[in-house]
T-cell receptor, first 119, second 119 residues
Framework: GAVVSQHPSRVICKSGTSVKIECRSL??????MFWYRQFPKQSLMLMAT?????????EQGVEKDKFLINHASLTLSTLTVTSAHPEDSSFYICSARAAGVNLGTDTQYFGPGTRLTVL | AQKVTQAQTEISVVEKEDVTLDCVYE???????LFWYKQPPSGELVFLIRRNSFDEQNEISGRYSWNFQKSTSSFNFTITASQVVDSAVYFCALSEPHISNFGNEKLTFGTGTRLTIIP
C-alpha cells in the first residue's frame, strides 16, 4: 500500500514552454500533497503544500505564478512549471499524506520524482 | 525553528560491515515526529520509519535498527551486515504537528548521507 506515482518521470523541454507534472496516490486518498524540489546532491526543499479543493500554500521564495499547483481530487495533484527556463531544471518530487487511520496520518509517501531539463 | 543535521556527508563501508548514520535534530516542541527515508539511485524516496517523540523505544526491523535518544536529540540509524543494495542516500526528517497547521505538517529534511557499500 501507500503507492504514489508521478508522470512523466523525465521531461526535456525548450525554454519558454510549460510543463505539467502529475502526482497520483494510487491506493489511498491524500488530503494533502506536497511538492519538493531537489538539486543534484542536495536535500529536498519544500515548494508548496496543497490541500484538495483549496489553494496551495507556497514556501517563501517560491513563485506561485510560475509553479501552478492544482489539487482537484483526493488522488491527484498537478504541478505546472510555466515558461520554464534552464534554471528550473531540477528533480521534482511529490509526496502524499494519507487521510485516515490505517496508513498513519503523519507519514508522507513519496513519488518516484520527475527530472526536468530545460534547454 | 526546526533543524535536522546529518553531519556525515558520505560514508563507505565494505559489505557485511555494520554502519551507523547519525541524525541530530532541533525543535521547540515536545510533540514531533522523526523519519528516515532512503533514496536509491533511481530517485524515489522510500519510507523506512516514523517515530513519535513520546516513544523512545529503540526499534529493529531486520537488519535495520534505530536509536532514539531524546536527551541528546538524536535519532541514529544502524544497518547491520550491510549489503550492496543498501547503497543510497539516506535522509532524516522532522515534522512538528501544530494545531494551526494540523494536516499540513511540513517535513524538514537533513542534507542526507550518501552510503556506499563496497562489494
Amino acid at each position: 500500500g501507500a503507492v504514489v506515482s508521478q508522470h512523466p518521470s523525465r521531461v526535456i523541454c525548450k525554454s519558454g514552454t510549460s510543463v505539467k507534472i502529475e502526482c497520483r496516490s494510487l491506493d489511498f486518498q491524500a488530503t494533502t500533497m506536497f511538492w519538493y524540489r531537489q538539486f543534484p546532491k542536495q536535500s529536498l526543499m519544500l515548494m508548496a503544500t496543497s490541500n484538495e479543493g483549496s489553494k496551495a500554500t507556497y514556501e517563501q521564495g517560491v513563485e506561485k505564478d510560475k509553479f501552478l499547483i492544482n489539487h482537484a481530487s483526493l488522488t491527484l495533484s498537478t504541478l505546472t512549471v510555466t515558461s520554464a527556463h534552464p534554471e528550473d531544471s531540477s528533480f521534482y518530487i511529490c509526496s502524499a499524506r494519507a487521510a485516515g487511520v490505517n496508513l498513519g496520518t503523519d507519514t508522507q509517501y513519496f513519488g518516484p520524482g520527475t527530472r526536468l531539463t530545460v534547454l | 525553528a526546526q533543524k535536522v543535521t546529518q553531519a556525515q556527508t558520505e560514508i563507505s563501508v565494505v559489505e557485511k560491515e555494520d554502519v551507523t548514520l547519525d541524525c541530530v535534530y532541533e525543535t521547540r516542541d515536545t510533540t514531533y515526529y522523526l523519519f528516515w527515508y532512503k533514496q536509491p539511485p533511481s530517485g524515489e524516496l522510500v519510507f523506512l520509519i516514523r517515530r513519535n517523540s513520546f516513544d523512545e523505544q529503540n526499534e529493529i526491523s531486520g537488519r535495520y535498527s534505530w536509536n532514539f535518544q531524546k536527551s541528546t536529540s538524536s535519532f541514529n540509524f544502524t544497518i547491520t551486515a550491510s549489503q550492496v543494495v543498501d547503497s543510497a542516500v539516506y535522509f532524516c526528517a522532522l515534522s512538528e504537528p501544530h494545531i494551526s497547521n494540523f494536516g499540513n505538517e511540513k517535513l524538514t529534511f537533513g542534507t542526507g548521507t550518501r552510503l556506499t557499500i563496497i562489494p
